[in-house]
């Protein structure tokens, strides 16, 4: 990515590959079954319930795993949308079964007119919201695949994505919304340059969306990060110098409030293609989504 540091700053860190031995291995599989069972449904300990239906989870045979920074890391109550790019969605070694399912999928989903699905969100609904249903016991309502699959279509796709940022319950109003909205606006432009200036195929990736969805946590982290930073001293000498030094270092230690993130997710099948030009087809996508969020954020598209 030396060569590529715009498309780098979109994707997640990379921080190596984790070895797990045979007990770590267990350990890791029991808290994993741990966490299960808090959003199981009854009777079936190992299952999701989404919003429509019973997702059963899948087991990798492998003891390595690929480290990634965590996009959740620093919001109070993430809200979370994962948009799944791409008109045609097989790789070009996928198999005659697995290109005609994928291809039927385009056909009825949003993914045949613009270029994008909406693959599943969670929403918080607030500190009132009543739970049950579809709304977990932390407050966010949870939209699985066949939300985007079932529900939506070009027609009625960008109400998907008010859903996802607009929730009056939650302290994000009309005008909160519509701030967020742009700053998701900006970031999918810079995707969209990223984009267009390099050589790459990649299908069934996606744009992962996050924001701060506790209103007024997303109010005190955008006042945080409009305050001055703090003018650096470089004055006192010695003993002086040295104690602000420490003090610096104590400050890089405290870790800012999150306002939102964006970024490119999920590339079991991409590459760079030099001499074949931009991905045309994640940008499909990707100018489709541009445009929702700048009419949701009041902006001429």
Known sequence: MRLHPALADLLPTFLGTLELT???????????????????????????????KVIKTKKIATNRAIVLGNALHGFKRPNILDVKLGVRLWADDAAAEKKERFDRITAETTHKELGFRVAGMRVWQGHDAPRGGHVDRHGFKIYDKNYGRDELNATNVSEAFRVFIFTETAGIDDELGRLVAQAFAAEVAEVQRALEA???????????????????????????ASKPLPQAEGEGDGADAEEESDDDDDDDDEIPPKIYAVKLIDFAHAEFVPGQGPDENSL?????????????????A
Do not use: C, W
């Open 284 to 300: 499909t996508g990707i100018r489709s989504v541009a445009k929702i969020l700048r009419e949701l954020g009041g902006e001429d």
């Open 198 to 224: 390099v050589e790459t195929r990649m299908f069934s990736a996606s744009l992962l969306f996050v924001f701060e969805g506790d209103g007024e946590a997303l109010r005190e982290a955008m006042e945080e």
């Open 22 to 52: 045979a007990s770590q291995s267990a350990s890791l599989e029991e808290a994993s079954a741990e966490i299960l069972n808090k959003y199981s449904v009854p009777d079936e300990p190992h299952h999701l319930q989404l919003h429509h």
